[in-house]
């Protein structure tokens, strides 16, 4: 049997683990063969021998830069020298791009409001995602404004929340409702406004104060983040 792993664009994928087993009948559990299989430069792992019976490929750890997707790969070996092809597609890891008046960074002015832009690049499966949150927590010198917007999805798909840390830093949290509706969509930029405390002063060696999102999902296949 071979096994070719590539992504949404047929790129071959080197680095993906699988482990395969044969399937128990009777009662009897699964049977894994071998120990852990390795695709290749070209993206492909190749087995043979197999004795006659029905088998199964699953995917343990994902190409750096991949989400995981453990759906199992079935494949029935029925006659000796039997040619069997199987491949299996990963998406890439969502990503959150963090930006402040369009830069990384920005010259501080105490009392001044700025825009914080999130942008969010979406795989080509995110219709098929389970949970997609996006949290942002403000720096200590920073205070939320009261505004966000939304372009890319409708705002009203999208469950806004504000909380604290036990520092008593602000938390913004957005959550997906529908992603099924996200299909298709490859961007989505989250905007909001954020004003620089009176208090606020910069460390040495700061060029601006910092914005960290974090991103927490699973994509429904095993694949987590």
Same mark, same amino acid.
């Not at 949404?8 to 049977?31: H, M, R, S």
């Not at 930006?99 to 499966?125: C, K, M, Q, S, W």
């Not at 917007?149 to 602000?170: A, L, M, R």
């Given at each position: ?31 894994? $063969? ?61 990503? $959150? ?129």
């Amino acid at each position: 049997v071979e096994l070719t792993k590539v992504d949404d664009d047929q790129k071959a994928l080197a680095g993906a683990q699988f482990e395969l087993y044969l399937k128990g009948t009777n009662g009897v559990a699964d049977t894994k $063969i071998g120990g852990t299989y390795t695709t290749n430069e070209s993206g492909k792992i190749s087995v043979d021998g197999l004795d006659y019976g029905d088998y199964y490929f699953v995917e343990t750890k994902a190409p750096e830069g991949y989400v995981l997707d453990t759906t199992k790969i079935e494949f029935t070996v029925t006659k000796a020298g039997e040619v069997i092809s199987k491949s299996l597609v990963n998406y890439e890891v969502p990503t $959150i791009i963090k930006d402040i008046e369009g830069a990384e960074r920005f010259d501080v002015e105490p009392g001044t409001e700025y825009t914080y832009n999130l942008t969010l690049n979406l795989p080509a499966n995110i219709d098929k995602y389970t949970e997609y949150v996006v949290t942002d927590t403000l720096d200590s010198r920073l205070t939320y404004a009261d505004k966000w917007s939304v372009v890319g999805v409708n705002s009203e798909n999208i469950k806004f929340t504000e909380s604290e840390t036990t520092e008593g830093q602000e938390v913004l949290t957005w959550t997906v409702n529908d992603l099924k509706a996200l299909k298709g969509v490859e961007q989505v930029v989250i905007s909001f406004e954020a004003k620089i405390k009176p208090d606020a002063v910069l460390a040495y060696g700061e060029t601006g104060i910092p914005n960290d999102a974090t991103l927490q999902f699973n994509n429904g296949l095993g694949g987590t983040g």
